[in-house]
């Protein structure tokens, strides 16, 4: 049972839940699963010891499909709360803000120096006490590609095969085969089979 002033951690776990805001306090009991050594461990393993890598990665992540990818430097606020799918690809520099969960899909392709943060903070700076903030669930599907220094905001989810444009700040939903580019993000195009032929000698 909480002591005093010490918050209920099943409470403060139902809060976060709901995307409520919380504070630094409230969830100082998370500490202890953050995994910032095997992060720095894997940020410092050379490039020849593969399987190091692997077996960090396994010990890092929630979960990690078959040939996933992560060139280092990465970082995570916990990693335990990041799951990727098969062939996975991040490029260096990717930031994952996993106080509540990632979840990326098969074949996900994702360029240097993107944020994927599922937690934003109060607008008004007198809610902005201890560090408080809101978490909400990233979801990532199929076949995505993420350009390099794009922003995934909490709460959103990516549809299968969509691209994300370079340096978009993806603040809602976007729809599956579709090109999304901007700050806000917003849908450019849908991709057709008119793509297929892009930049090749059929398409010339």
Same mark, same amino acid.
């Given at each position: ?5 010490? @918050? %209920? ?15 630094? /306090?409230?969830?100082?009991? $998370? ?20 399987? $190091?890598? !692997? ?8 979960? #990690? ?6 060139? @280092? ?8 709360? #990041? ?15 996993? %106080? ?10 994702? =360029? ?9 903070? @109060? ?37 299968? *095969? ?5 340096? /978009? ?9 579709? +090109?999304? #580019?901007? +700050?806000?993000?917003? #849908? ?5 089979? !008119? ?6 000698? =059929? *398409?010339?």
């Amino acid at each position: 049972m909480p002591h005093g002033d010490e @918050p %209920d951690e099943q409470e403060v776990l139902n809060r976060i839940g709901q995307g409520l805001v919380y504070s630094e /306090s409230d969830a100082a009991f $998370k500490n202890p699963q953050r995994r910032a050594d095997l992060i720095f461990q894997y940020n410092q393993t050379p490039p020849s010891e593969e399987a $190091k890598q !692997a077996e960090l990665l396994v010990a890092i992540f929630g979960s #990690v499909g078959e040939r996933a990818i992560l060139n @280092p430097p990465f970082s995570a606020a916990f990693g335990g709360n #990041v799951h990727v799918g098969d062939d996975f690809y991040g490029n260096v520099n990717l930031a994952f803000v996993d %106080d509540v969960e990632i979840r990326i899909g098969n074949g996900v392709m994702i =360029a240097p120096n993107v944020t994927l943060t599922t937690t934003g903070h @109060p607008v008004h700076p007198a809610r902005r006490f201890d560090h408080s903030r809101f978490s909400e669930p990233i979801t990532i599907e199929d076949r995505v590609w993420i350009g390099s220094n794009a922003v995934i905001l909490p709460g959103v989810h990516i549809g299968y *095969g969509s691209v994300i444009g370079a340096g /978009s700040v993806v603040s809602h939903d976007i729809p599956e085969m579709v +090109v999304a #580019v901007g +700050v806000p993000c917003r #849908v450019l195009r849908p991709i057709t089979d !008119a793509d297929l032929r892009t930049r090749t000698a =059929a *398409g010339q």
